[in-house]
């Protein structure tokens, strides 16, 4: 597996891989498919031209995750903390995938002046909530019913980590 800086030809590939989370699970609360002109303008404006990171894992010439770095919130003063997304191809999970993509995340993260990682877990998921930990997250509080997905109310957890 190799861990690699996304490029727009990475694009449709990893739009695939989060459409299939946006569709079928609470995994994240978006609940429209992006179309290629989202994704092409979050990728010009946020990794291409901004600070962030889209980074994906390419087996036998697949891209079978990404990892994405973006803005934690929008005040100024956040500007040193970010929110972070790792999705894995769902016929790849529990292969090391995310793993590989949080250490090769970290260790170019080391190099920033970035301060802090955010991860928003939406609950129940106890295997990202124990992937988290693993990579030195730590809970830092839960929102109950903050988000309504697929006729049920869901509660986030949010995780730290230093940088």
């Given amino acids: 597996m190799i861990v690699r800086d996304a490029a727009p030809g990475d694009l449709p590939a990893v739009a695939a891989i989060y459409?299939?989370?946006v569709l079928r699970t609470t995994v994240t609360f978006n609940t429209h498919v992006m179309t290629p002109r989202e994704w092409t303008q979050r990728y010009?404006?946020?990794v291409a031209?901004?600070?962030y990171h889209l980074?994906?894992?390419e087996r036998e010439q697949q891209v079978v995750g990404y990892v994405e770095t973006q803005r934690f919130r929008p005040k100024p003063a956040y500007d040193r903390s970010l929110e972070l997304s790792v999705y894995v191809a769902p016929d790849e999970g529990g292969q090391g995938v995310g793993g590989a993509l949080y250490a090769a995340l970290?260790?170019?993260l080391a190099a920033t002046e970035f301060h802090r990682a955010y991860a928003v877990v939406?609950?129940?998921n106890d295997a990202s909530v124990r992937f988290h930990?693993?990579?030195g997250f730590v809970h830092r509080g839960t929102l109950t019913e903050a988000g309504h997905k697929f006729g049920r109310y869901l509660d986030v957890a949010y995780y730290e980590r230093a940088l």
Wanted: aromatic residues 14%.
């Fill in 19 to 21: 459409t299939h989370y």
């Fill in 44 to 46: 010009t404006t946020s």
């Fill in 49 to 51: 031209e901004g600070p």
């Fill in 55 to 57: 980074l994906v894992a």
């Fill in 106 to 108: 970290f260790a170019r």
């Fill in 122 to 124: 939406a609950l129940p």
């Fill in 133 to 135: 930990e693993r990579w």
